[in-house]
């Protein structure tokens, strides 16, 4: 056994498939039509959209009091859908950008479709907030400065106005960056393909890649660069979400965790979501030997670490709000865990904390079916985690005279359903219209593709 | 037919290793114009071909610095010069509330901006017409091939000669790429008929959704600012009550605040006896007394309520209210005068509030002193 053994890299994708049956494999549901499985999916996520969207045209004309929202909570769901969606994409860049720079190639597999899910989840994310307002084909008037009537400008100091800023440009890099990944896929795409239409499409897409290396030298420079852009951008989006709530006075929102906290929240809960996913597509599309258990492992890790800290947050808020002293937080904190919502507490600390702590046993996190359901727990778990933070402040703040309970109306589970019907279809029809997995990336990290380095 | 025109040399390769040894071997012979296409990125072959860094990292930089430039200088003129609006306390220029929205535009700036300098400038995209597309060694080198080429306008290029490297190199396939006729031909036709007939449709396309938009569309509920609202209207029958309104009648006896009816109607004996001022003649009440005096009762009482009538004889002038009767009345028979009124006098009950009228009865107690006025007084 020599040395060498430990800096010898472990091939990410199994078994050194040829680099044509790559293409093949990964092209394939673009090449054929869907079977009846996948319109069944597809029936079923339009379903969820359409009640989501009926939900919607009613909330617009008849206006949003049919919401639970009330008069201390007046923040309610649209803003807990709105946190929990965004988490969701925090996961994509994470695995397409962070990932990239520590150069963890097993990112390579599973970087295309996290990213897309990036896109979806911001897309959806980014309903809620908007019609939020009730009115949304003017919200635009009042989120973005711009010379009006009124000579009047936004409130640069809102947290608000950071959040419009932040999402969407954390919208646009990622799309960005989605789009130049795509490019060299979309050439290889148009040089195989034997439809005409889809021909003249990719030709455009593609914008006449050559895969030529002085083109490459640039690109991946580029590529580089905007993971590294793209790093600190995912961080400060999630930071600023969190100022929406550490900005204000509230007792149980005006705390100094909350950036780091909602980060790793956000980071959970996406991989959670991501690992979901992949684990229904590399089934379906026989992506076993690219997206490998080692990959899936390898997430249950980050999602057990992330798990851990937002469970020490948890206690920590626990520990300085007594620690401060100051009577209404501590009656925050322990309203929280006793009060009204104590139900709600109770199902996000399980689910968050207890229930992925399994993963510290190495057959569970290799065990597909248990990671899955272990992974559905920290979704609701971190949606509740929102829930939590959001409603439980609110209707106990300062005034005890205006003190209400929150109960969420028909309408409002609605538009829940119709927030996962609208993602759930964005991927269902992602995965016939373009190629999950890097094409390129996937075929520069399989074993044998880059030049041996003997000769020297 | 006119002969084909030669672009270039090309050479597939079977494996990265070869490859990248043939690019050195191409680079090193001195070949400038050439190029290498790959699937994917191979590792070490801008060493092999001799490329320098990529330097677009600058345009990064300088675009990412714009950006935060551009976020504080329009802030910095919309929150401190253009309206300046205190909020918070915070001052109208405060660098660290504008950090996240200068971070944001950094990133912002400095990624699309990068992308578009790459694709537009770096890499010359799009371009669909360069002579290699649709060849059998594009095809090759998107799918799994490695393939170098050789334009054959290099100063060094000679067919044969690189036919030979090419094989000596160990080329699995050698092929010549040609310009496409048609593509080298080919003139943009702004006329032509089908791409104005484009032009049409999109116009008549975008005017009647702009118009119908405008001028339909934000006219309907609930587009309507509002226009229809779930609340009462004047003169519209309602379903919230069943005679018809949204509002029901007060109980029988309500009196509102303020308007007790007055207890003494036609008993001014019994008014003089039993009501008492409540107001002390502060500066305060004085004054008001004085202004409510001046604009009620001064036209026909005349501004010192000696009966000088401002009115001409429009009006028969009431006597002054400097004689014995008046001084020796109490308050609360003026007061009786105020709410009855006496015989041509109407009554003052309803342009004055109770404090008022005892305002006004203090200041008439005022008048008549002065007119009266003792020694005493003057000290």
Request: some cysteine.
């Amino acid at each position: 056994m020599s040395n060498n053994e430990f800096t010898q890299e472990l091939s990410v994708i199994e078994g050194k498939p040829s680099l044509r049956s790559l293409d093949e494999i990964i092209s394939k549901p673009l090449d054929t039509k869907p079977d009846k499985k996948y319109y069944i999916a597809l029936g079923v996520t339009l379903t969820m959209l359409t009640i989501g969207a009926v939900a919607l045209a009613y909330s617009f004309y008849y206006g949003i009091g049919l919401w639970g929202n009330n008069n201390p909570v007046g923040w309610a769901w649209p803003i807990v859908n709105f946190v929990f969606w965004i988490g969701i994409g925090h996961a994509g860049t994470l695995i397409s950008a962070i990932l990239f720079l520590f150069r963890q190639k097993w990112r390579t597999g599973i970087a295309r479709f996290a990213e897309g899910m990036t896109i979806f989840a911001v897309i959806t994310a980014m309903i809620f907030p908007i019609i939020h307002t009730g009115r949304p084909w003017v919200a635009a008037v009042y989120l973005l400065p711009y010379p009006s009537q009124h000579s009047l400008w936004v409130n640069f100091y809102s947290p608000l106005l950071w959040d419009v800023f932040a999402v969407s440009t954390y919208f646009t890099v990622s799309f960005t960056f989605w789009y130049v990944g795509l490019i060299p896929d979309f050439a290889s795409l148009r040089d195989r393909t034997k439809s005409k239409v889809k021909k003249i499409i990719y030709s455009i897409t593609s914008l006449g890649w050559r895969h030529s290396n002085r083109h490459w030298r640039h690109y991946e420079m580029v590529y580089l660069i905007l993971a590294g852009l793209a790093t600190p951008l995912v961080l400060s989006v999630h930071t600023v979400v969190s100022f929406d709530f550490a900005v204000a006075q509230l007792p149980g929102w005006h705390s100094t965790i909350f950036p780091p906290y909602f980060v790793a929240g956000a980071v959970f809960s996406g991989f959670a979501m991501v690992q979901n996913v992949l684990i229904f597509i590399r089934k379906i599309f026989n992506y076993e030997h690219i997206i490998t258990l080692d990959t899936l492992e390898k997430m249950n890790k980050i999602i057990l670490l992330t798990g851990s800290m937002v469970g020490y947050a948890y206690t920590m808020e626990f520990f300085i709000a007594w620690y401060s002293g100051v009577p209404t937080e501590m009656f925050t904190f322990v309203n929280r865990a006793f009060g009204d919502y104590s139900w709600a507490y109770w199902i996000m600390f399980s689910c968050n904390v207890f229930i992925p702590q399994l993963f510290w046993f190495k057959k569970i996190r290799r065990t597909i079916p248990i990671m899955f359901v272990i992974a559905v727990f920290v979704n609701v778990g971190m949606w509740f985690e929102r829930f939590v933070i959001t409603v439980t402040s609110l209707s106990r703040d300062f005034l005890p005279s205006s003190w209400a309970y929150f109960k969420p109306t028909i309408v409002d589970g609605a538009l829940l359903l119709g927030s996962f019907g609208l993602f759930f279809t964005l991927v269902l029809l992602f995965t016939k219209s373009l190629p999950v997995i890097s094409i390129a990336e996937v075929k520069g990290v399989v074993d044998g593709s880059q030049p041996s380095h003997g000769e020297h | 037919m006119s002969e084909k025109i030669l672009y270039s040399y090309s050479a597939l390769f079977d494996t990265p290793d070869k490859i990248i040894h043939a690019a050195k071997t191409v680079a090193e012979k001195g070949f400038k114009k050439f190029d290498v296409n790959t699937p994917y990125p191979v590792h070490g072959m801008d060493k092999a071909m001799k490329l320098t860094k990529s330097k677009i990292g600058w345009v990064t930089l300088v675009f990412g610095l714009t950006g935060t430039l551009t976020a504080v200088t329009m802030m910095g003129w919309m929150m401190a010069v253009d309206y300046p609006i205190v909020i918070g306390g915070k001052p109208y220029f405060g660098l660290p509330g504008f950090g996240p929205i200068m971070f944001e535009l950094s990133v912002l700036f400095g990624a699309v901006i990068t992308v578009v300098a790459l694709l537009m400038f770096f890499l010359k995209l799009p371009n669909n017409s360069h002579p290699v597309h649709d060849t059998e060694y594009m095809k090759n080198v998107s799918s799994d091939k490695y393939g170098i080429l050789i334009e054959a306008t290099d100063p060094k290029f000679n067919k044969n000669e690189v036919e030979a490297l090419f094989q000596e190199l160990g080329a699995e396939k050698i092929l010549p790429i040609y310009f496409d006729e048609e593509e080298i031909s080919f003139k943009p036709k702004i006329f032509d008929k089908k791409f104005i007939g484009f032009l049409v449709i999109v116009a008549a396309i975008t005017s009647l959704s702009v118009y119908g938009t405008m001028n339909k569309v934000l006219y309907m509920i609930p587009f309507s600012w509002m226009s229809e609202q779930g609340k009462s209207i004047p003169q519209e029958t309602s379903k919230v009550f069943k005679n018809g309104s949204d509002m029901l009648p007060p109980v029988k006896g309500t009196v509102a605040r303020g308007y007790l009816p007055y207890r003494f109607k036609g008993q001014p004996d019994k008014a003089a006896e039993l009501l008492v001022n409540p107001l002390l003649p502060t500066e305060e009440n004085l004054a008001l007394g004085k202004t409510k005096f001046n604009i009620y009762c001064s036209p026909c009482h005349g501004y010192l309520a000696d009966g000088k009538s401002r009115l001409n004889g429009n009006f028969p002038a009431p006597p002054t209210l400097h004689s014995n009767k008046v001084r020796n009345w109490t308050d609360g028979r003026i007061y009786h005068v105020i709410m009855e009124g006496q015989n041509v006098m109407p009554s003052y009950a309803h342009q004055l509030s109770e404090k008022e009228r005892w305002a006004v009865i203090n200041y008439i107690r005022v008048l008549q002193r002065s007119f009266n006025a003792k020694e005493s007084d003057l000290l």
